[in-house]
Every structure is written in C-alpha cells, then in structure tokens.
C-alpha cells in the first residue's frame, strides 16, 4: 500500500511531466491562558499557559497529465506547568494527486488525510488543540483508485473505479482495530440530454477489521430509466438486485425506487431519490440556491455506511470554502482561480476553514444513519454570516437490516444534533471581529437515554499588521454537562501572530 502510493506520488512529481508548482508556507503563534487545561471538574481544575506553533503548508501541482493539492499542518503544543502530560503534536494532512495515464482515460488517483478525531461525541470536543483531552485520537487514511473514464463516440458515458483504503488508527482512549475496505464501482450512462435514456450501476464493497474474522461484503446493481420531462426536469425510476454477506447474518433481494432532479434556474439545484432497500427506507434528498448575497444547502438523507467509508470521505464538518464556492461559479469560470478567490476571501473575512459537525463513530457493524443538515450564508460588504444546523441518527444493524443487541452495538447508537453560528464584521479594510457559538447534544438510544451538552463561544480581533502579518487577540468559553462523565467549565484568553511566507 505504501509503495503504491510513493509510487504514485513519484509519477506525479516527474520533472517530464510537471509544469507548474504553487506553494504557500506559513506559520502561526499562539499563547493562551486557561483556568482549566485538562477540562476537568471544577475541583480538580488546573490552570495552565498553553503556547501553540503551527507550521503550515499549502501547495498544488498542475502538469501535462498529474495534478497534485495539498495541505499539510503540524501543530506543536507545548504546556508551562503541565508540560510532561500534556506536550503533543497534532499533524493533518489532506493530499490528492491524480496521474492521467492514458489519454485521458485511464488514471489512478491517490489520497492521503491525517486528521485529528473525536473518539465518542459523550467525551469533551474541546475548541482547539490548547485544551488536553483523552477523548481525541488520530486516523491516517491511504486510498489508491484506478479508474477508466471516458464518453464513447455515441455519446454513451462510462466510469469503472477500483477504491482501495487503508485506515489507520492510534492514540484512542481503548483499543481499536485497523481497518480497510476494497470498492469497485461502475457507471455508464446514455446521454443526459436525450428525452428518454438509461443508466447502470454496480457497487461492491468488502470492509475489513484487522481484529474480526470475516468481513462484511455488500454489493448492488441497479438499472435507471430516465425521462427528461423538460431541460430543467428528469424523473427516474430504479430497479435492481442487492446481496449482503455480515459477521453475523446475510441477506439479498430486489431493490426499486424512483427519483427526480430539477434546475429551475442557473443558481437552483434540487435532487431526491427514494429506494426500498433490505433496511427499509432508502432516501436522499439535496438543496443548492443561491442569490447574489446569500448561499443555502440543505441535505437529507438515509442510508448504510461502515467507519472506514467514513474516514475515506473525510467528514467532519462543513467546507466553508466548499459551501461558498457557489458564490463564485458564474462570476469566475476557471476553478483555480475561483479558489483562489475563495482563500482570499476566507483569509480577508477571518472565516473558519469548517463548521461543525458530528463525531464519526467507531463501529466494527453496518451503521444505518439517518441525517439532515442545514447550512445557510449571508455575504454581505461588510459582514458575513453562516449558520449550520445538523441531526445524525446512528444506529448498528445486521446484514439482514435487523438492530443489534445493545452489548453488541455499545456506542454506536445515539442521536447528535447540534450546530453553529459564525459573524464576522470587516471593522476596516484591515481589522475583522469575528464571533462564533458552537453548541452540541448527543443522547443514547435505549430506556437510560444518556446524555452530553457542550457548547463553546468564541470572540476574536484580528488585524493585518503587514502584507504578510496578521495578529490576532481573544477569548473564549466552553463548558459541558453529561449523564456519562462530570461536567466541566472553562475560561480562556489567547493571543497570536501568523505570517505567510511567499
């Protein structure tokens, strides 16, 4: 798996093929004084001064055949008075490289993310890095896909990707297994633009845990006739076939639904599908609008998803740059430089790079979620405002859809909700104040119902001190209640300086 990828990333960065290469290194420090380090109970609280440094990394390559995107950090935490316990080192890591092996069909793409997890949404989720909690843990995810892809000469387009992931996991409050899942997909598709079309689909998976014998294989085939009703509206029907194969049981059997995609206007998209599955309901529904000031995105949905499909999709929150992108897609064309812009415009307005969003939980079993999520921006000259509301429902079920016995599931069944509130004000051109509120609540399923309230808030300054320099002075509060562990409150204030070398 590692050679794979190193010899990925080799062909990727071959001087015949490279031809052009943008970084943009960057550093920040931070001092912060907590009267509550380790967010402990209020008798055992220690207070500490907490000094952040955090090198940064950003960079992308564009060739003939390869492009690359990357982002590395690597924050180092040091502690004054707690120092022996508490000193760490928190890298992240997201990488995306692509090799165009032939003629732009044939590619493999590869991934690698480092990230910094929450290991159960009852533990504390504290803001940032200065607070000291067992609750955090780290994943590294590898994936290497070959794909084919391409549109035929009538017209008739076709994808077959090979997904192969590697999840690793250390540094969790238990002892948890390494995972890894193998995914083939293939998709072909007559032209979307014809009144009346068909599409096929097929989707295998075989999910591995290093410490469980067997795996837990799942695999669908679905044919899609469509009709466009008109060139803003197509209706589909789905009919199919699926086999299931668990630890525990195993089932197959026909799959149906219908679904429909409507784009009234050039900033309005809206798509719903609906299937019976071995589970029951099967449904996804999606909201994208936007207007010249505002950006909405709503999602609902209800599916299966083991965690190593989780990791390898890197959830974790809203993309602010993501969710703003819309903004941007008719006033500039080229991705590259509308990414840019967008960088600039998160950088000149303050904005976090994520919103929150729930935990990713830890399940060797088939995870039945069901999910809806809001997020809602006002971009205005001065101010801008987000607003992001979630709901995630888990629940470990069988391979014949069947809930698992509570000794069985342990954590994995629970309801998150939660959501955040972002503001910021250009004071000047140069001087931002920017205002957040973060609150969750996760309650356990069954008749004892337990259950975690956290919430932080969050004031900072910021001024651009130079044309590389920017300094920044604030506070915060978080505080936590929980059936399951004691509550805690804290109280902050911090004070730092980032420079971008370029």
């Known amino acids: ?25 960057s550093i920040s420090l931070t001092g912060l004084a907590t009267n509550n380090v380790s967010l402990e109970s209020n ?79 009852f533990g504390p989720q504290p803001a940032d890095f200065s607070s000291a909690t067992d609750n955090r843990y780290r994943t590294t995810t590898y994936r290497v896909s070959p794909y084919v892809k391409g549109v035929a000469s009538n017209g008739i387009s076709y994808e077959v990707r090979n997904n192969n992931v590697w999840s690793n996991l250390s540094g969790a409050p238990v002892t948890i297994s390494n995972a890894r899942y193998t995914e083939v997909l293939a998709n072909v598709s007559s032209p979307e633009d014809r009144r009346f079309g068909l599409a096929a689909n097929y989707d295998y998976t075989d999910t591995r845990f290093d410490d469980q014998d067997g795996s837990l294989q799942m695999q669908i085939g679905r044919l899609v006739p469509f009709y466009n009703v008109s060139p803003q509206f197509r209706f589909n029907a789905t009919v199919g076939y699926e086999d299931n194969q668990g630890t525990l049981t195993e089932s197959n059997g026909v799959v149906y639904g219908v679904g429909f995609k409507w784009r009234p206007t050039e900033r309005t998209n ?18 994208d609008h936007r207007t010249p ?10 599916d299966i998803t083991t965690f190593p499909q989780e990791l390898a999709n890197f959830t974790g929150g809203t993309n602010v740059g993501n969710f703003l992108d819309n903004l941007y897609l008719s006033s500039i064309p080229d991705p590259a430089a509308r990414q840019q812009a967008i960088a600039q415009f998160l950088a000149e307005r303050g904005l976090p790079g994520t919103l929150t969003g729930p935990v990713t939980l830890y399940a060797q079993q088939i995870v039945l979620q069901q999910q809806q999520s809001a997020t809602f ?62 609150g969750s609540r996760t309650v356990a399923a069954g008749p004892e119902g337990a259950e975690t309230r956290q919430g932080v808030a969050t004031i900072t300054l910021s001024a651009r001190l130079s044309g590389r320099m920017t300094g920044y002075v604030g506070g915060r509060y978080q505080q936590a209640n929980s059936d399951l562990a004691f509550d805690y409150n804290e109280a902050a204030a911090f004070v730092g300086v980032s420079y971008t070398l370029r």
């Open 1 to 25: 798996m590692a050679m794979a990828l190193a010899a990925t990333a080799a062909a990727a960065t071959a001087p015949a093929m490279a031809q052009k290469w943008t970084t943009e290194p």
């Open 43 to 121: 008798d055992a609280r220690e207070s500490d001064f907490v000094t952040t440094i955090t090198p940064v990394l950003r960079f992308s390559e564009r060739g003939q055949r390869t492009r690359i995107d990357g982002s590395l950090a690597v924050p180092i935490v040091l502690y004054a008075r707690t120092a022996g316990e508490n000193n760490s080192v928190y890298p992240s890591l997201d990488l995306l490289g692509d090799i165009d092996l032939y003629e732009r069909i044939l590619h493999v793409e590869g991934a690698v993310n480092v990230a910094q997890q929450f290991f159960t949404p």
């Open 270 to 287: 809206v798509a719903g599908n609906w299937e019976h599955r071995f589970f029951g309901s099967s449904y996804r529904f999606t909201l």
């Open 293 to 302: 000031l505002t950006v909405w995105n709503v999602r609902i949905s209800r």
């Open 377 to 438: 921006g006002i971009v205005g000259a001065r101010n801008t405002i987000l607003f992001s509301l979630y709901n995630l429902k888990s629940e470990a079920i069988t391979a014949s859809g069947s809930s698992l016995p509570p000794i069985v599931a342990l954590g994995s069944d629970n309801t998150q909700t939660g959501g955040s509130v972002v503001w910021t004000n250009r004071l000047t051109p140069s001087v931002n104040l920017m205002a957040t509120l973060t």
